[in-house]
């Protein structure tokens, strides 16, 4: 099959929108939650803090008894009662007394402002003391956190789809919420094709190419957020229909790589044409304008290069932001800004995924020969997106550069 | 305990390096290696390509017998043989001969450029031609992949001491290596303490608190890659003290929570001390000067505040690197440049972690009242780390940001 007439990635983006599949929402434990897709938002069952409390370890004290001390005049408090993280006190404060208390513990009735322990002084650091001598003064509601100031009851504390960090784990909890909705991790079935692959090994044979695309592909899938299971198939046009039938119908999403040497036919795409349909094949991007995507038994495929930088590229150009988008996040890594340290190259009408190193300040592209070169994927921390109206980049331009890290599912 | 002499956080690195533990080695297929710390380099043993193969889908041809073809003058080859991907041909091309060769194929003897099929006219698509018309000529060693123009046969091709992603698990399995050395992941015991403390729930009782550090610090501790375990203890000095016990002989490192409630003493702490040693408690930094340090049988232990935020910023700011390099990694988060869009304030003699939130251009601190405020962390996507010398920040000045994202294990 030709690959004469190569579709922008504008229609690209456009198809894949059209064939979106999101996946369906489970209820799972908060503690399992860490970079889960949050499904619904979180409203919470509490004002945060819940009560007026300690922001120190001190004394509460009713601010106006504090007014005028100092280091030369020194006040005295009648200590009445102590009160620990996760007790109160049933005693009211009234002029001239004061309740030790320990940071987070509710303030007392009576009580307007805490009194840091390290502006007091005591006989017998507070445990026996039956008065402070106080040598500084607050204002009040000083170290006092007023109940509801986090959040108030019913307060919308987290919103939907958003991918969950320890943070969020946190405010959901504090919240009250115990379990959550969040969109199911999807399923995605990798199948490798190429009579000329075989196993990691020492010994290689004659046109024999060791299969790294299992491992790579494989685990870019877990960098979406997605599960993958993986199989190999032979480029047989009956095998590879059998296992691609198969797994539309058992997983969410498939992924093939290979299946285009021109003396058998492009084996898969014949075989998604044969009992699915076919949306596109060839794209004008670079690497990898061999790419497919279709659907069989309403499941999405996408087919992808045998030639691992070319597979990668076409992941990250087209792949990862559908596996994003099942889960309902929106891939939109963070571009950083570097200048070019030379001339980068570029061609009109296609959009090019320059594969290039950054530091701190500059960038530069990772020159390589052909699209077999994983090596140059390992040198590279990112890619500079260049697009179809745009012919390559002046040395000394300022770059928007997309960090290899920024695409993971991480936040 | 009076904090009232806090260490720099120079201080802080120079007693976690000199008490830094490594992870012992385990071998592991090289399928389960995404994100592992490679321990030992990696070296080939092939070249890569293992042949000289074709770039290209087209005809493997002698590049002279090619020369002044185009549009007006057409060319003609004899079509003596083809080679599918996986497979190899015995013939060798004489002059006015040619191949029919799939991309990766291995370059037929006697041949020396490729070229594409698009450059070629054939009868029948190229299955059962003879011959070939040609208008358009190639240059010798086009479209070929010189074998070991890659990697050649031992050469290093991943270096020790990384965190693996997909494309390094690509170029090992092309080196042929199926199985590596990588740094165990860490086994972490946290233990969470507070009287105060229930699990989320509607209802709360007075005084009570939700422990949501068991979520926050649990998320983040695997964030560094490491595996976690989470006990609660109640604010007892005899349960604290057998729960350290057990576990700092149970795991690799143990983190606690809370055990700083002035009525009951620094629980935590003192029973590090009885049955360990404390290495420091108190550090110059914000928000969370009460972190602590120690060995229990030569384990190291954390001590963090129970304020989530509090116990957030010590962990982003001492834990996290510690982690990290206890599987051989140093922790680097790359750091953004961004102009302050209002004043930020800082005191000299501490180090700030300040939560902030930056855009494609400006940064801002997100303001919180108090070390309690999650939502602080929610509304934050990274920090601004302003150090014990400098006081605070003008607005416009340009700032360095870490990205949470940036600090987590992943590359």
Request: aromatic share 8%.
């Amino acid at each position: 099959m030709f690959l004469s007439e190569l579709i922008p990635m504008s229609e690209v983006l456009d198809i894949l929108a059209e064939n979106q599949k999101i996946m369906g929402i489970e209820t799972i434990d908060l503690k399992d939650s860490y970079l889960r897709a949050l499904a619904t938002a979180i409203y919470s069952f509490h004002d945060s803090p819940p009560f007026d409390k300690s922001a120190m370890d001190g004394y509460a004290v009713i601010a106006e008894d504090t007014f005028g001390a100092s280091s030369n005049i020194i006040k005295e408090l009648k200590i009445i009662d102590q009160i620990g993280a996760g007790a109160f006190s049933d005693k009211k404060i009234n002029n001239g007394e004061a309740i030790r208390i320990a940071t987070g513990a509710p303030i007392p009735d009576g009580a307007n402002a805490v009194l840091m322990e390290e502006y007091t002084i005591t006989e017998n650091e507070g445990t026996d003391d039956e008065y402070i001598k106080i040598h500084s003064q607050v204002t009040p509601g000083e170290n006092v956190a007023i109940s509801g100031e986090d959040i108030k009851k019913g307060d919308k504390v987290v919103d939907s789809n958003i991918i969950i960090r320890p943070q969020e784990m946190g405010l959901i909890a504090s919240a009250g919420v115990d379990s959550i909705e969040v969109y199911k991790k999807p399923r995605v079935k990798l199948i490798i094709t190429g009579n000329e692959l075989v196993n990691p090994t020492k010994n290689l044979d004659k046109a024999q190419i060791i299969n790294s695309n299992q491992y790579v592909i494989g685990s870019m899938v877990e960098s979406c957020g997605a599960n993958v299971d993986i199989s190999y198939s032979q480029d047989n046009f009956n095998t590879v229909k059998e296992i691609l039938d198969d797994s539309s119908k058992d997983y969410d999403l498939v992924i093939t790589t290979g299946g285009t040497a021109i003396s058998k036919g492009d084996v898969v795409i014949d075989a998604v044409d044969a009992i699915g349909e076919v949306l596109f094949h060839g794209v004008a991007i670079r690497p990898g304008k061999p790419v497919g995507f279709g659907l069989i038994n309403e499941t999405p495929i996408f087919m992808l290069s045998g030639y691992p930088v070319a597979a990668m590229g076409q992941f990250d150009a087209i792949v990862r932001r559908f596996l994003f988008k099942m889960q309902n996040i929106d891939f939109n890594p963070r571009m950083e800004k570097r200048e070019a340290e030379v001339k980068i190259y570029s061609n009109l009408g296609r959009t090019d995924y320059i594969r290039v190193f950054a530091d701190d300040e500059k960038v530069r592209s990772i020159l390589s020969r052909g699209s077999g070169v994983i090596r140059s994927m390992v040198e590279a921390n990112g890619y500079i997106i260049v697009d179809e109206n745009q012919e390559g980049i002046t040395k000394g331009d300022i770059v928007d550069v997309v960090f290899f890290e920024a695409m993971n599912w991480n936040k």
